[in-house]
């Protein structure tokens, strides 16, 4: 299973988000987006979720294998997968 956080520098649900995965021991990857000029540089090479996460700042977003959530559902998918708390 592939796991990646998107989140933001000082983003207070994304630590907490960040320490749930930790804590279920879940291996993620994380992309800061207030880092990643990559984002901001070429909007349309990012995904639709992302950008629309981005506008709202609705953080954090997950990428589960190839799918996206949000938070509530992403915790809620990894419950479903038997890997939830």
Sequence with gaps: MNVT???????KRCKAALD???LMEIRYSYVDLSLSTCFRENPKAVDAMVE???RKETFPVFLIDERW????????ELKRLGLGL
């Design 52 to 54: 629309s996460v981005m």
């Design 20 to 22: 749930k995965l930790a």
């Design 5 to 11: 956080v998107y989140g933001k520098t000082g983003c």
């Design 69 to 76: 959530y949000d938070y509530p559902e992403a915790m809620a």
